[in-house]
């Protein structure tokens, strides 16, 4: 796939849904790619820890006006429970075509 990389997390690779919603919103996208891997994987984790899908929509649509917003991690998150200490940036990488 050609295009630009937008790049997951720490420990948790970039789901579809967000993706898509990140290249549909530039500003949330360019917070995005400015944070770093471990603050992209505290997003996703958020994301990804809630049980139903309207709940999960609505964190989708919150991390992206909170990242368009300019904030950089999850308000009143204890932070994800999968990253261990010393994991490296292994989170996987979505292209966006150009």
């Known amino acids: 796939m050609s295009g630009l990389p937008i790049s997951g997390g720490v420990v948790h ?4 849904d ?3 919603r990140l290249i549909a919103d530039p500003s949330a996208l360019a917070t995005w790619q400015d944070i770093t891997p471990l603050a ?3 997003w996703i984790c958020w994301i ?3 049980k139903r899908a309207e709940t999960r929509r609505k964190h989708i649509d919150r991390a992206c006006a909170d990242l368009t917003a300019g904030k950089r991690r999850p308000c009143c998150w204890p932070g994800c ?4 200490k010393g ?3 292994r989170g996987s990488e979505m292209h966006v075509r150009s």
């Open 40 to 42: 992209r994987n505290e």
């Open 48 to 50: 990804q820890s809630v």
């Open 18 to 20: 967000l993706g898509a």
């Open 81 to 84: 429970p999968h990253r261990e």
């Open 13 to 16: 690779a970039l789901p579809e």
């Open 87 to 89: 994991t490296g940036a």
